[in-house]
């Protein structure tokens, strides 16, 4: 099946530093791909939807400016979460539309001290 | 705006019971509906897919139905074992607000030996 690699698995940063987050499709072009996060003992929040070319689109209650979505080609997005602080602390999965359904990556463990 | 709902939010049962998770969706326009199996600190595991013109899925003891108009889904499990133990999570993907996946909060399984 279709895979979705997501770098790094689990980043440690310090406050007030910038972390980028990758997710590729390995094996299928993706218009689109979706930014989720999830915290402890909570179910998954869609971020934003990233499209292909063009500006993301943000949930309500996500802050464009500290969550930078770019997906600058049909196989790579990328999240950066800017300024970071200990409660960005989280973990962060996406997913890419592929044929017929979304396949998700394995996530990233944020840590920020 | 699509919400999914799962019932229970916990369970804890003895080893070998048959069991139901239950999820509901408002938006019945999905594309498919998605049950996943997530384990403590970890990400996603795909469970089973039901694509919307489909009314089940099955892949050993695990058996998802799907009923687009009711806007429902359960997922079953025979036979319990120990080894079931995780969340549980239940994903809508599609709807009249594109193709976002949507997910529960999810079920916390315990079995016990």
């Known amino acids: 099946g279709a895979v979705v690699s997501q770098h790094p698995s689990w980043v440690i940063c310090k406050s007030g530093t910038s972390v980028k987050i990758e997710c590729r499709s390995l094996d299928f072009q993706a218009t689109t791909m979706f930014w989720y996060r999830q915290f402890p003992k909570q179910s998954l929040m869609l971020m934003a939807t990233?499209?292909?070319?063009?500006?993301?689109?943000?949930e309500q209650g996500v802050e464009k400016d500290k969550f930078l979505i770019n997906h600058a080609s049909l196989t790579l997005s990328t999240l950066t979460v800017t300024s970071a602080h200990p409660e960005d602390s989280s973990f962060y999965i996406c997913?890419?539309?592929?044929?017929?359904?979304?396949?998700f990556g394995q996530g990233t463990r944020l840590t920020v001290v | 705006k699509q919400e999914v709902t799962q019932i229970p939010a916990a369970l804890s049962v003895p080893e070998g019971e048959n069991l139901v998770l239950n999820c509901s969706f408002t938006?019945?326009?999905?594309?498919?509906l998605q049950w996943f199996r997530q384990d403590p600190g970890k990400g996603l595991t795909s469970l089973l897919l039901?694509?919307?013109?489909?009314r089940e899925q099955t892949s050993g003891r695990l058996n998802a139905s799907l009923d687009k108009s009711s806007g429902r889904s359960t997922l079953y499990i025979a036979a319990s074992q120990p080894g079931d133990s995780a969340t549980y999570l239940c994903?809508?993907?599609?709807?009249?607000?594109?193709?976002?996946?949507?997910f529960g909060a999810g079920t916390r399984l315990f079995v016990k030996a």
């Open positions: 938006d019945s326009a999905i594309y498919n």
């Open positions: 039901i694509q919307s013109s489909q």
């Open positions: 994903a809508a993907s599609g709807g009249t607000g594109g193709f976002k996946t949507i």
């Open positions: 997913s890419a539309k592929g044929p017929n359904r979304a396949f």
């Open positions: 990233s499209n292909e070319g063009s500006k993301a689109t943000y």
